[in-house]
């Protein structure tokens, strides 16, 4: 709804919105998780080339090719083919929201508006990732959670000082604006507004008949339209492959079985696994008290109520002692693996504090001898001398190939099979034979076998599960239309179509200039002779624009953009034909009696003065100290980004 009153009005409100919006969205994802964080280094620091600057800060290439990589991740979770060229409209609003970030770090530091580190701590206490098992901040969790999301604590901290930055200075500006009643009730009203009128479409299809193109119009036709019949390149792809196939006969010998197991006895020993109910507290009083009244007969988490929030009560299900170590420490596990079930062991101290445990099951293991482990091992070792084979014969390969050998010596070397595709587009399809299919795990050989020039070296690449493939171009047929004689069926096709449309086009037209004053649709038609479904009546509010959120059909848009008593027309966006819609009647709409629709314009009305009231205010900040945007850096590093694809 907002958006229309934007599109009536012409106002520029909220175009420039987009670095606000993407704070607020980094500190909510900041003290959330920062998982989105996590994807690439940041650099807050002087890079090689600096795109933007304001005051003591700057927007370097680093953080911007960051920040346009975690954009083309989310691209890619909505379409996993996406690459830069696809998301470079969001180019700039990103660079603008970096700026935006940076306005409101250097205004706190040129006026004494230190973020300080308990501050921060505060925050950063906040991030699930960084809690324990007893629910507070751990700094093992935290070096964790770092790890994982491949940051340093540096970089967290300035993400979180951005984001309270944006809280701390904006928050103020934009709270509590208010537009009044008086000024929401016109466009309420306006919502209100009626219309009635008259519609025909005109379809395309009613024009075809007769339509037969000669054979000067048909190759007039065809040379205007080349591009439409154009054929992408074909190539014949030579492709070799080193997989399982190739080392499916290398296999372990019974030493090398024997001395597997001689190496790894502890894996193949008896070991028992111990279902737990476990009690976390900080102070060794409250778990005497937990561990006493366990020993009296309650249930853990009967036992640890008393301690409300205190306690972190968890159910841990068949643990190997390794496993429960990595949980609660060795002390800990040394203890719960000498009890025997139904025990109440501790409280025992660990890392996150005092811990209190009742064995609540044990299953018994009876380890595996030498020949009960011989088929596991095995298998294990097998798959590890045939993947060192396959990655040997994909070393041999690319030497031979780095040593000047071409794709035919380097594969016969190898003795490797070479399978032959037929003349096939980059997606592999086969224009000659429908039914050819390349197989789908050669999905990245036929991207590599078309992304590589033909006279290029061959590429090893990748195919997963399936090994390595060797790829190089044989037959290429560049790009270049279809001739004339084997589409004319389509070509003929099309022009009748495309007279169709033009005709039709033609008599939408007339209609609608002669569907004028007071000559109905009805009538227009009627005195053209054409034959057409008749008109029928159209009626709307305005309101049911707001509600189409931007999928307004093309009648409609029509009957809200013409003036009483003139019709127009417009092309239908799904093709087909064209519309005529002429306004016969307006009724102005009356919101004073919608009370609630003037007080939900108005409540919309005051999110957008909020969030002028912001931008106005970082405006004014990057006026006075002196944003400045390096366009021929940017440029530049724009150009690299898209030439780099992905």
């Not at 953080?63 to 470079?88: C, F, G, T």
């Not at 036709?221 to 080392?247: H, K, S």
């Not at 050998?405 to 587009?425: C, V």
Request: a positive charge.
């Amino acid at each position: 709804m907002l958006s229309f009153f934007r599109r009536v009005s012409k106002s520029k409100v909220g175009t420039g919105i987009m670095a606000f919006v993407l704070i607020a969205i980094l500190a909510g994802f900041a003290v959330a998780d920062l998982t989105n964080f996590g994807s690439g280094q940041l650099n807050f620091g002087m890079g090689s080339g600096t795109l933007a600057k304001v005051g003591d800060q700057d927007v370097n290439e680093r953080e911007m090719s960051d920040a346009m990589q975690r954009r083309l991740q989310q691209a890619r979770q909505q379409k996993p083919d996406a690459d830069y060229a696809s998301v470079m409209g969001d180019f700039n609003g990103v660079l603008d929201a970096l700026v935006e970030e940076r306005t409101l770090m250097a205004f706190a530091d040129k006026y004494g508006f230190p973020l300080s580190k308990r501050l921060i701590d505060a925050e950063i206490a906040q991030i699930p990732g960084t809690k324990g098992l007893n629910g507070q901040f751990s700094e093992q969790s935290y070096q964790q959670f770092l790890g994982q999301q491949r940051m340093t604590d540096f970089q967290v901290r300035q993400i979180l000082s951005a984001g309270l930055l944006q809280r701390l200075l904006l928050t103020p500006i934009a709270t509590n604006a208010r537009i009044p009643v008086g000024m929401a009730t016109p466009y309420a009203s306006m919502l209100l507004e009626q219309r009635e009128g008259e519609a025909a479409i005109v379809p395309t299809e009613s024009f075809k008949a007769g339509l037969q193109p000669t054979d000067v119009q048909l190759q007039q036709f065809y040379t205007a339209n080349r591009a439409r019949y154009m054929i992408p390149e074909q190539r014949v792809l030579r492709i070799a492959r080193i997989g399982p196939e190739q080392v499916a006969g290398i296999s372990a010998s019974d030493a090398e079985i024997a001395a597997y197991y001689n190496q790894n006895k502890a894996t193949y020993a008896p070991n028992d696994m111990r279902s737990l109910s476990q009690a976390v507290v900080q102070d060794q009083a409250t778990a005497n008290g937990i561990a006493q009244r366990a020993k009296a007969g309650q249930s853990l988490a009967t036992a640890a109520a008393p301690a409300g929030a205190n306690a972190a009560v968890t159910q841990l299900k068949d643990q190997t002692r390794a496993a429960y170590a990595e949980v609660s420490g060795d002390r800990a596990a040394a203890a719960v693996f000498a009890a025997a079930s139904g025990a109440i062991v501790g409280p025992v101290q660990s890392d996150f504090g005092w811990v209190v445990v009742k064995v609540d099951s044990i299953k018994a293991a009876s380890g595996k001898t030498l020949d009960q482990a011989r088929a596991e091992i095995a298998s294990k070792l097998n798959a590890d001398k045939r993947k060192g084979a396959i990655e040997d014969a994909v070393d041999k390969v690319q030497s031979a190939l780095d040593g000047g050998s071409n794709f035919s010596e380097a594969i016969a070397a190898a003795k490797l099979p070479i399978t032959t595709t037929p003349l096939i587009t980059a997606n592999g399809a086969s224009r000659a034979d429908a039914a050819y299919k390349l197989p789908p795990e050669l999905a990245p050989a036929l991207k590599t076998g078309f992304d590589i020039a033909p006279n290029d070296p061959p590429e090893i690449v990748s195919v997963g599960d399936a090994g390595y493939a060797i790829v190089s171009p044989g037959e290429v047929v560049p790009a270049s239309p279809a001739p004339l004689a084997n589409i004319r069926p389509q070509v003929t096709t099309d022009w009748i179509k495309d007279q169709a449309t033009q005709r039709a086009q033609a008599a939408a037209t007339q209609i609608a200039a002669k569907a004028n004053g007071n000559v109905s649709i009805a009538d227009a038609i009627k005195s053209l002779g054409i034959a057409i479904p008749p008109s029928r009546p159209i009626a709307a509010r305005r309101i049911q624009i707001a509600d189409a959120q931007g999928n307004v059909p093309p009648a409609l848009k029509i009957l809200f953009s013409a003036a009483p008593g003139r019709s127009r027309m417009a092309a239908n966006p799904t093709g087909g034909g064209f519309f005529v819609v002429k306004v016969n009647k307006i009724t102005p709409g009356n919101a004073l009696m919608s009370p609630g629709l003037i007080g939900q314009v108005q409540g919309e009305l005051s999110q957008a003065a909020a969030q002028d009231y912001a931008q106005q205010f970082l405006a004014d900040l990057k006026k006075q100290l002196k944003a400045k945007r390096n366009e021929s850096a940017v440029q530049g590093f724009r150009a690299r980004l898209l030439s780099s694809g992905s």
